[in-house]
């Protein structure tokens, strides 16, 4: 089956976010959201997320998903709104409590906070499936950039959030807690090996140098020949060496403490006090 793919391409954090609709039906997921965020001012904003949504009413269609592909470092999600607006179960990765686990500590979140993943509707493992009206939706397990990351096999389409981007853009960091190169060097491999018309569809477009458009969409052959990072065949041991030394040169995302903060609680804001403010934390050489 091929399914009709919307995307939605939020400049400010780089993201690319999906509605997936099956060809005849009204069923669909949205892959990846975008609350917009400004981390000056600490407002946000749904702008990005009611682009979905009048897309989504425009074409009549039936949000049965409203998927994660890991917990994001450079943008907050805005699966609640979606949810609030449209319906749909809030899915990730099982391996999110790790996450949960990690986090929970780094931002002192004490034993109020669950680490059980119990703040999403579902949590799947490598080789669960599901359904998106007609459509047949298989999981990959696909660390590397995080232990929670997952591929979404949706058709003839891969949606691999950050392992892997544009060809000429390259793979996924691995530097965050309990990422690995070995390890997506792996997950890489699993995506290559589906068959080499597979729709890829990665999660951030950067504008490689001498690419003047954003792009989002490549295929599996096209990665396997092209990608600067992991194609040609490249070894284990020269990806890993050149992934962990790009790694060593790059900053923290300019978002990554607001969004880890609520990307871990499936885009819920953390409580708020007696006043009804609400409250992120700042916590300072952690990470």
Known sequence: MTPIIKAFFDEATNTVSYVVHEPQGSACAIIDSVLDFDHASGRTDTSSADAIIAWINDQALDVQWILESHVHADHLSAAPYLQEKLG???????KITEIQDTFGKVFNEGTEFQRDGSQFDALFTEGDSFHIGQMRADVMHTPGHTPACMTYVIGDAAFVGDTLFMPDFGTARCDFPGGSSEMLYASIQRILALPNETRVFVGHDYKAPGRDQYSWETTVGEQKALNVHIGHGRSIEDFTGLRDARDATLGMPKLIL???????????????????????????NKL
Do not use: C, T
């Not at 749909?88 to 990765?93: D, S, Y």
């Open 88 to 94: 749909g179960k809030v899915g990730i990765g099982a």
């Open 258 to 284: 607001p969004s880890l903060q609520i990307n871990m609680r499936a885009g819920q804001m953390p409580e708020p006090d007696d006043q009804g403010d609400v409250f992120l934390k700042l916590p300072l």
